[in-house]
Each structure stands twice: as structure tokens, then as C-alpha cells.
């Protein structure tokens, strides 16, 4: 895999909660891995 261009990292509040992780994971799965290329185009 190419080394990424970009970190991405979610958003953790001060108690370690990633809400951007949470709703990401209540998402289907065809949404998720939309999403998920998406940010990869983004990343790398």
C-alpha cells in the first residue's frame, strides 16, 4: 500500500468518546464502505 498523504484521524472528546466513529458504525454497510473509499481518495 502507497505511504498516505494525509493522516485521518476521528474526532475524540476529552473522555475518549469518537462520535464521528460512532455514527460512522450505525451507518449500513454499503454506506460505511462508500465512505470509506472516500476517505482512502482523501487519505492517499
Known amino acids: ?23 460512522l458504525k450505525s451507518l449500513s454497510a454499503v454506506d460505511r464502505k462508500r465512505i470509506g473509499e472516500d476517505i482512502k481518495t482523501v487519505q492517499f
Open 1 to 23: 500500500m502507497r505511504n498516505s498523504i494525509l493522516e485521518v484521524h476521528f474526532y475524540a472528546t476529552e473522555h475518549g468518546n469518537e462520535p464521528v466513529s460512532v455514527w
